[in-house]
DNA sequence: GTCGCTGCAAAGTATTTGCATAGCC
DNA sequence: GGCTATGCAAATACTTTGCAGCGAC
């Protein structure tokens, strides 16, 4: 936790309850989780937690590198406090996100982006289908 | 457009006028176009065409094969006429989607959800960045 | 004491659902 | 003529914004 705390005074920000207790609760839950699943679990001891805080909060921490956003293809965006490159599957039946390893090289896609004059900045790659349980069950 | 009449054909469902004219907007507009920038393409021949049915229709396409899902990270969803296999970049300031090439190998990331037991159906690959207009103006 | 953060309320955007009618087959 | 697709309206889900008060520093 005391890199939350070194990232946010080097930002100039101030070190709160609220920032502790959700960055807390991002990495106890696990991965990918919604900003509403992140509240209930940071609100068991802070209850009038807001949503818009978490929000925000969830964004302050991406700022810093200490999150990342994942899309798992429509629905609630999920946040990651896995930062090192990694790609994922979502189920497009019961929607759970879990993590694929190895990950794949995004080199070519990125020098392809650069050729074209973008300035490409992070890649996000998704696998989607049916999750183990899902296809059992199908 | 005969690929859409045989498809809903095969499939027990109707040709309509709707059907036929949002195909040709979303293959007329370009790549990657919201179900808004559909519906308004569409709506210089058909004015009171409803979103309900763009997104009805557009979901009709999906099953049908003749177009994809991407996601630009956060904000609408856009709907591509192109279905091959092919990656994305999309611009974290103006939002624009452009197509990137060559495609890179998802073998590696289908593999892995495989052999964690999963049934991958299709990926999806997004660089994100600055684009050249906007990495230009910054 | 100051200024940034929080909580509340409300607005905004994107998408889905229910139902009566219209029109394809 | 039957049954599916459409259009309308409203509901839902998610996220953002504006603002007043609180509290970290």
Same mark, same amino acid.
């Given at each position: 936790?005391?890199?939350?705390?070194?990232?946010?005074? +080097?930002? !100039? !920000?101030?070190?709160?309850?609220?920032?502790?207790? $959700?960055?807390? +609760? $991002?990495?106890?839950?696990g991965? @990918?989780?919604?900003a509403?699943?992140?509240?209930?679990?940071?609100?068991?001891? $802070?209850?009038?937690?807001?949503?818009?805080?978490?929000?925000?909060?969830? /964004? *302050? %921490?991406?700022? *810093? =590198?200490?999150?990342?956003r994942?899309?798992? =293809? =429509? !629905?609630?965006?999920?946040?990651?406090?896995?930062v090192e490159? #990694?790609? #994922? %599957? +979502?189920?497009?039946?019961? &929607?759970?996100?879990?993590?694929?390893?190895?990950?794949?090289? /995004?080199?070519?896609?990125? +020098?392809?982006?650069?050729?074209?004059? @973008?300035?490409?900045? &992070?890649?996000?790659?998704?696998?989607? =289908? $049916?999750?183990?349980?899902c296809?059992?069950?199908?």
């Amino acid at each position: 936790m005391d890199d939350l705390k070194q990232a946010i005074r +080097a930002r !100039g !920000g101030r070190v709160t309850p609220q920032r502790v207790l $959700l960055l807390e +609760a $991002l990495r106890r839950l696990g991965r @990918h989780s919604t900003a509403e699943e992140v509240r209930a679990a940071a609100g068991d001891r $802070l209850p009038q937690l807001s949503l818009p805080t978490v929000y925000a909060t969830l /964004d *302050l %921490f991406i700022e *810093l =590198g200490l999150a990342r956003r994942v899309n798992a =293809g =429509g !629905g609630a965006i999920r946040y990651d406090p896995r930062v090192e490159q #990694h790609d #994922h %599957f +979502a189920c497009r039946n019961c &929607g759970n996100v879990v993590d694929l390893e190895p990950a794949i090289d /995004d080199t070519p896609a990125r +020098a392809a982006a650069r050729v074209a004059g @973008h300035r490409p900045e &992070g890649s996000e790659i998704l696998v989607v =289908g $049916l999750c183990r349980d899902c296809a059992r069950s199908a």
